[in-house]
């Protein structure tokens, strides 16, 4: 049998760097901060009124039962953008995407699937042809994104406008990395796997609607064994006072149950959840908001029970605090783990 060699590494920032001064002297850079906006670019805040799949209202409910962990797995995405070079004013970014699904395995978490994606992002159009030949020695895709937006409008011709829409496709790349992720466990495992941020349209979705044409896209939002954990709120699916009932839940209570549904998307039943104690803190505070399959016009579907049943798992993953971390509010342990297993294989670049 023939081994087959693995394909070589792409090269990090640093390589990156000084192959390109070195290839286009001038044209370099040397450091800066990441340019990622945590969660990606933000969109306007806005509040959305959804059906209600439980009867009673909008309203506060209790949590009762034993609180025993639940999730088999959890998944995870990370992303980094940073700046490579300058020509004629416009960045030249390297971006570095990874997603993990980390499992529980006889009480300790292992990797069950892990995957990496380098690659350089410019609008290709506006650079020199003698630079453009310099990125191809690199040995690293290029990704052209002369005709990508950037998140809010602006000027094209803006350098920001330029470099925001290499960072939006960054991000889009993640996005894509973790729906694959979620597709392959979907399709291999049928025990619960928690997903960072929402199983439809962001997380394990996407932020790119042409992607969700295919039917693969569906596969996780429709999985009764994912449960996607949303801990940004710039959409609230309630108004008025079923809003304030919503920022009134406290530590281990969850809200009714409700439909969200988009052209742009696969419907979901989705709940908020408080994780933690909010006295003293804003609204927002130990607040998240579950996505689980809508299976609400399936023969013996119990909304309800379902609700509860995968509340008291995320519960379960509350303890031990997340600490020290920033967002510790709303983190749980497996996908702290997941962070820090990202952090460490991509500290090399």
Not at 56 to 67: I, L, S
Not at 89 to 105: D, K, N, P, S, W
Request: hydrophobic share 40%.
């Amino acid at each position: 049998m023939t081994a087959t060699r693995p394909p070589e590494p792409s090269p990090g920032v640093v390589e990156v760097r000084r192959r390109l001064a070195e290839l286009e002297p001038g044209t370099g850079a040397t450091g800066g901060a990441g340019l990622d906006i945590p969660g990606g670019a933000p969109d306007a805040p806005r509040t959305v009124v959804a059906a209600l799949l439980e009867t009673g209202g909008m309203r506060a409910h209790g949590v009762p039962g034993h609180r025993a962990p639940g999730f088999a797995a959890f998944l995870d995405g990370t992303q980094s953008s940073r700046i490579v070079g300058f020509v004629n004013g416009i960045a030249i970014v390297h971006g570095t995407v990874a997603a993990v699904v980390r499992e529980r395995r006889a009480q300790r978490m292992v990797t069950w699937a892990h995957a990496m994606e380098q690659r350089i992002y410019a609008p290709l159009r506006t650079l020199p042809a003698t630079y453009q030949a310099s990125l191809a020695t690199l040995g690293m895709d290029i990704i052209d994104t002369s005709d990508d937006p950037a998140p809010g409008g602006g000027s094209p011709a803006h350098p920001f406008t330029l470099r925001d829409a290499a960072v939006n496709r960054v991000g889009r790349d993640r996005d894509r990395l973790e729906q694959q992720l979620a597709r392959r466990w979907c399709r291999a495992e049928q025990r619960m796997l928690f997903v960072d941020g929402g199983i439809a349209g962001g997380g394990a979705g996407t932020r790119d609607p042409a992607a969700d044409a295919g039917k693969d896209d569906v596969v996780v939002a429709t999985a009764p064994w994912v449960a996607g954990v949303v801990k940004s709120h710039r959409t609230l699916y309630a108004e008025g006072d079923d809003l304030l009932r919503v920022f009134a839940l406290q530590a281990g209570e969850r809200s009714t149950v409700f439909r969200i549904t988009s052209s742009k998307r696969a419907p979901v039943a989705s709940w908020y959840l408080r994780l933690r104690d909010p006295a003293g803190q804003d609204p927002m505070w130990g607040l998240v908001r579950v996505e689980v399959a809508d299976l609400a016009d399936r023969p013996g579907s119990d909304v309800a029970e379902r609700a509860a049943v995968v509340s008291r798992w995320i519960l379960a993953e509350v303890s031990p605090l997340a600490l020290p971390d920033a967002r510790w509010d709303k983190m749980v342990y497996g996908v702290r783990d997941c962070e820090q297993f990202l952090r460490a294989v991509g500290s090399s670049g």
